[in-house]
């Protein structure tokens, strides 16, 4: 598992070519601040993109986006593992049948969202690819799969409020959770910011 989290993270960058730096340029630091104004949890997507900034190298909107997206990919896949090795371990010293179902069941709304981000990650990369050709139909599933991943990670929230939990094993979940619907919450709207400005760009090139 951590080999393939390692593997994607390697792909990642390889794909964007771009050096992430710990120390960036003020002006870099803007342009993100800019960029992260339409999103709801703000400091997170400063901390998520601000690395893949520098004072020569900004990443364009689409590709923010595909970062962001990317990032919350990631986090899910973690998360997915974490959950999975919770339920394992505790459920073996508790045998409690409420904790073990509850568990479950947010592992596996967990699971269906990673499957849909998966999707989106793989739709917008063929977004590219295509161009403008059928742009509007790579727009609608990945907003449509990063919206399914978001009821998701909701519903597995909803589960582990279950009183069976044991406070310090659902504070964990939780956490780590939040974190996944904090992420996807936010790379779908740097995606919508994308789109949109893309759209208007052909608007006032069209004669």
């Known amino acids: 598992m951590a080999h393939t989290i390692l593997s994607l ?20 630091r803007a342009y993100i601040e800019q960029q992260c104004r339409s999103t709801m949890y703000t400091e997170l997507c400063i ?44 459920f073996n010293k508790t045998k409690n049948a409420r904790y073990h179902e509850a568990v479950t069941d947010c592992l596996h709304q967990i699971n269906d969202g990673v499957n849909q981000i ?15 050709k059928n742009f509007s139909w790579h727009e609608s599933n990945v907003q449509s799969w990063v919206s399914t991943a978001l009821t998701d990670v909701t519903a597995c929230l909803d589960r582990i409020s279950d009183k069976a939990i044991g406070g310090k094993e659902k504070g964990m979940i939780k956490a780590r959770v939040l974190n ?24 006032i090139k069209t004669p």
């Open 47 to 90: 901390r998520t993109l601000l690395p893949f900034a520098s004072k020569t190298n900004a990443p364009a909107p689409e590709q923010l986006a595909r970062i962001s997206l990317t990032t919350c990919l990631v986090k899910a896949r973690i998360t997915k593992a974490y959950v999975n090795m919770v339920a394992n371990e505790y």
């Open 180 to 203: 996944v619907k904090h992420l996807a919450s936010n790379a779908l709207a740097l995606f919508n910011k994308f789109t949109t400005r893309h759209r208007g760009s052909r608007v």
């Open 9 to 28: 993270l390697t792909l990642f960058l390889a794909i964007f070519s771009l050096n992430p730096t710990v120390e960036c340029h003020s002006r870099a």
């Open 118 to 132: 998966t999707q989106s990650v793989k739709e917008q990369q063929r977004m590219v690819h295509d161009g403008e």
